[in-house]
């Protein structure tokens, strides 16, 4: 039966250099939201229209995996999985076509995701830039896995 991986994980946690490493563990397809973004709209594209372009790439990828998912391929889902409702909405969305999931749990101290990011900004390949600010405002957006997600942890 076919797996969606999910990957959960703050900025800087290492989840897409984890991600790349499931993909050719398993032979699955690996969808990295942060690349499309990149591909589609640079690498620092403005935040007034961030929002819908993030929404629209998520829609896209979200048809892709789950036929891909239906069609019995392993899939990585690279999205970082910061709210709880969109946790429950995938992991409903698996069930609902007879899917397992996998939830993997990345952190790391936060100065050292801090650091990575900085180190990443100097070359940013298909990374979205993250500057200082950016990084303290989306603090608050993140939701920790509660106790009852079941999840593998990392690292």
């Given at each position: 039966?076919?797996?969606?991986?999910?990957?959960?994980?703050?900025?800087?946690?290492?989840?897409?250099?984890?991600?790349?490493?499931?993909?050719?563990?398993?032979?699955?397809?690996?969808?990295?939201?942060?690349?499309?973004?990149?591909?589609?709209?640079?690498?620092?594209?403005?935040?007034?229209?961030?929002?819908?372009?993030?929404?629209?790439?998520?829609?896209?990828?979200?048809?892709?995996?789950?036929?891909?998912?239906?069609?019995?391929?392993?899939?990585?889902?690279?999205?970082?999985?910061?709210?709880?409702?969109?946790?429950?909405e995938v992991r409903a969305q698996?069930?609902?076509?007879?899917?397992?999931?996998?939830?993997?749990?990345?952190?790391c101290p936060e100065a050292e995701?801090?650091?990575?990011?900085?180190?990443?900004?100097?070359?940013?390949?298909?990374?979205?830039?993250?500057?200082?600010?950016?990084?303290?405002?989306?603090?608050?957006?993140?939701?920790?896995?509660?106790?009852?997600?079941?999840?593998?942890?990392?690292?």
């Amino acid at each position: 039966m076919a797996t969606a991986h999910l990957i959960h994980g703050f900025l800087g946690a290492g989840k897409t250099t984890f991600a790349r490493k499931l993909e050719a563990d398993l032979g699955a397809l690996r969808f990295s939201h942060d690349e499309w973004m990149v591909e589609l709209f640079g690498h620092d594209p403005p935040v007034e229209r961030f929002a819908v372009q993030a929404q629209s790439v998520r829609r896209v990828m979200q048809a892709l995996w789950l036929r891909s998912l239906g069609l019995g391929l392993d899939v990585v889902l690279d999205f970082g999985f910061w709210p709880r409702a969109e946790r429950d909405e995938v992991r409903a969305q698996v069930a609902a076509i007879g899917a397992n999931h996998r939830l993997y749990q990345l952190a790391c101290p936060e100065a050292e995701a801090w650091r990575r990011i900085e180190a990443r900004n100097t070359d940013l390949g298909d990374s979205l830039l993250i500057t200082r600010a950016t990084f303290e405002t989306l603090k608050a957006r993140f939701e920790p896995l509660a106790d009852d997600e079941e999840r593998v942890v990392i690292g």
